[in-house]
Nanobody
Framework: QVQVAESGGGSVQTGGSLRLSCVHSGYTHLDYCVAWFRQAPGKEREGVAAIDIDGTTTFAESVKGRFTISQDNTKNLLYLQIDNAKSEDTAMYYC??????????????????????WGQGTQVTVSS
């Protein structure tokens, strides 16, 4: 049974840090690209960061230098480290897994429609 579940969201002040976690299991990790997306109220869901099986990471331009994506495959865990948080980072954050084959594991081209599994989301609120 596939399980994708995020945790670690909350409130943080501008300039602060937060780490999101995602447990993902029930499928063969080598067959999937894992990533983080976010959706702010009234806006479309957008890709934030992705990590490939060789450890290659890609980021949306808006979070480069501030966000870090990593994973611990021995524990089926995916992380998103948010540093120097900005008010525009306020959103619901989703862990996602997209089957390989026809997609390139690069967040700049990974559209939500390619995602096979989503978590329920965890809210991040950045305030001044």
């Amino acid at each position: 049974q596939v399980q994708v579940a995020e945790s670690g969201g909350g409130s943080v002040q501008t300039g602060g840090s937060l780490r999101l976690s995602c447990v993902h299991s029930g499928y063969t990790h080598l067959d999937y690209c894992v990533a983080w997306f976010r959706q702010a109220p009234g806006k479309e869901r957008e890709g934030v960061a992705a990590i490939d099986i060789d450890g290659t990471t890609t980021f949306a331009e808006s979070v480069k230098g501030r966000f870090t994506i990593s994973q611990d495959n021995t524990k089926n865990l995916l992380y998103l480290q948010i540093d120097n948080a900005k008010s525009e980072d306020t959103a619901m954050y989703y862990c996602a897994a997209a089957a390989r084959g026809l997609i390139w594991c690069n967040i700049t081209t990974l559209l939500p429609l390619y995602v096979n599994y989503w978590g329920q989301g965890t809210q991040v609120t950045v305030s001044s």
